[in-house]
T-cell receptor, first 117, second 108 residues
Framework: DAGVIQSPRHEVTEMGQEVTLRCKPI?????LFWYRQTMMRGLELLIY????????DSGMPEDRFSAKMPNASFSTLKIQPSEPRDSAVYFC???????????????FGAGSRLTVL | AQRVTQPEKLLSVFKGAPVELKCNYS??????LFWYVQYSRQRLQLLLR??SRESIKGFTADLNKGETSFHLKKPFAQEEDSAMYYC??????????FGSGTRLSIRP
């Protein structure tokens, strides 16, 4: 398995543009998490899914942010319209959930570095 | 509400000195605690979890429910320990939150 795959690795865009970040979790993992990493706040949980269903989106900063998981192998995080304060590294991570010896252990993607000018 | 607090943004120690990275949590239920590490140019990865009660790369962490702490310790720091360290907590609903992180710098 190639691990958690995120794209794009880097995105530079202008304020007001739509940004879509993509994630492919590890096959067989049934929980998927989106985090935002900044120097000031560290790793903030934005939203997480269990079995493709959003469980908690209370960390999504505002209505400009949305996330979907149409199937077990794909998720997107969309920002529309983007603003300079959205500049950060966005991580996707997946886990087996509460099952087995690897319960609740996260495997992270490489991250998507977003810069909004 | 769940919360994880890492009071130090930066910790700098000399090689061979003891290291303690602090982590305090707030959670009304029975928590699962983890430490994750991010080395330069590498992905975030699990370092250790409290239920395993193991030592990884010389690091240990003991869950203290009385003090609601899960501090990470190593008796003798090595230069390769320089990295960003995050403490994480998992709730019964499998929600996983992180502290703000501590950057550990080991001076030669």
């Amino acid at each position: 398995d190639a691990g958690v795959i995120q794209s794009p690795r880097h995105e530079v865009t202008e304020m007001g543009q739509e940004v879509t970040l993509r994630c492919k979790p590890i096959s067989g993992h049934n929980s998927l998490f989106w985090y935002r990493q900044t120097m000031m706040r560290g790793l903030e949980l934005l939203i997480y899914f269990n079995n493709n269903v959003p469980i908690d989106d209370s960390g999504m900063p505002e209505d400009r942010f949305s996330a979907k998981m149409p199937n077990a192998s794909f998720s997107t995080l969309k920002i529309q319209p983007s603003e300079p304060r959205d500049s950060a590294v966005y991580f996707c991570a997946s886990s087996l959930g509460r099952r087995g010896s690897g319960a609740n252990v996260l495997t992270f993607g490489a991250g998507s570095r977003l810069t909004v000018l | 509400a769940q919360r994880v607090t890492q009071p130090e943004k930066l910790l700098s120690v000399f090689k061979g000195a003891p290291v303690e990275l602090k982590c305090n949590y707030s959670y009304s239920g029975s928590p699962e605690l983890f430490w994750y590490v991010q080395y330069s140019r590498q992905r975030l990865q699990l370092l250790l979890r409290h239920i395993s009660r193991e030592s990884i790369k010389g690091f240990t962490a003991d869950l203290n429910k009385g003090e609601t702490s899960f501090h990470l310790k190593k008796p003798f720091a090595q230069e390769e320990d320089s990295a960003m360290y995050y403490c994480a907590l998992t709730s019964s609903a499998s929600k996983i939150i992180f502290g703000s992180g501590t950057r550990l710098s080991i001076r030669p």
